[in-house]
Every structure is written in C-alpha cells, then in structure tokens.
C-alpha cells in the first residue's frame, strides 16, 4: 500500500531543492494531492491528466504532450506511470528541470533496471546532473533528478 504521506513529502523535496521553481506542471497528477501540497507550499501548479473527480485546484483536464506551450519552471510526477518518459523529454525540449518517482515501466522492465533505463535517458538528452533521491515512505520512494540540459533547449536546434 502506497504511502499516505507521499504527497506531502515530494512537495517538500521539491519545494527545497527547487527553491526558483514557482511554476510546476504535475503530469498524470491523478486527483491533483500533489498539486494541493505545493501549492499550500506556495507553488502555482498545474495538474494534467483526465480524471473528472479530483480535488479543487488548477487541473488541465486533457492529455499532456511534448506539444503543450511551456508555462512553467519544473515538470514533475508522483507515480505518473506511461508518463514517465514524456516528462523527461518535455523537460529537456524546453531546458527545465525535472523529478519524478517512478512506480511501474511502460515497457516491462523490472522496477531496478527501469530506473537506470529512465537515467541513461536523461543523460542522453544531454542534462547536465541526474541523480536519484529517496523520500522516508513506504512504497516506491525514489526520485529520479534532473538538472536542466547544457546548452540550448532541443527545440532550438530544430
């Protein structure tokens, strides 16, 4: 069973170690609890994904694609399952900062070799930093970092 504090303890990780990242999108943020943390934290969040019952907060109800205009300082996901790929590759078209905690792959890879799937990733869309953190919960709590790409954001050399 997944951890009832999850929420409230990636919004802090988050909010300290990202402390000039005051716009977040929250991608496949489910009912918008991770929305709700940060911005009692002091964030202005958007949450992308289609459920119709979540909590009252800025909510995109619509699919989120590399194609969504950029309006924010930090992607992030708190388990955003099939999304996990997209929020590194959005980051790293658009030269933001990313963290996710993966829960499950897309691709049926075992949690441990997903992970380092996940970080070659980032590294070969060219971030300068990506490193793991673990938040103190039950359940899948590891943070996967990314710090902006060197150089140009991708979409610049199109």
């Known amino acids: 069973m997944a951890d009832?504090?999850?929420?409230?303890?990636?919004?802090?990780?988050?909010?300290?170690?990202?402390?000039?990242?005051?716009?977040?999108?929250?991608?496949?943020?489910?009912?918008?609890?991770?929305?709700?943390?940060?911005?009692?934290?002091g964030r202005t969040v958007t949450t992308f994904d289609q459920r119709h019952k979540h909590v009252e907060v800025r909510y995109a109800l619509r699919p989120f694609t590399l194609d969504e205009p950029c309006e924010c300082d930090l992607v992030v996901g708190m388990h955003p399952d099939g999304a996990t790929r997209l929020i590194i590759e959005y980051a790293a078209r658009h030269s933001l900062p990313f963290a996710v905690v993966p829960c499950c792959s897309d691709n049926g890879l075992p949690y441990k070799p997903w992970m380092r799937h996940l970080a070659g990733l980032a590294r070969s869309l060219r971030f300068a930093r990506v490193e793991e953190a673990l938040l103190p919960m039950q359940g899948r709590a590891r943070v996967l970092i990314g710090e902006p790409p060197a150089g140009p954001p991708l979409d610049a050399e199109r």
């Open 4 to 41: 009832k504090q999850r929420f409230e303890l990636f919004a802090r990780l988050l909010v300290s170690r990202f402390e000039a990242a005051p716009r977040i999108y929250d991608i496949a943020g489910g009912r918008g609890l991770l929305n709700e943390a940060l911005t009692r934290l």
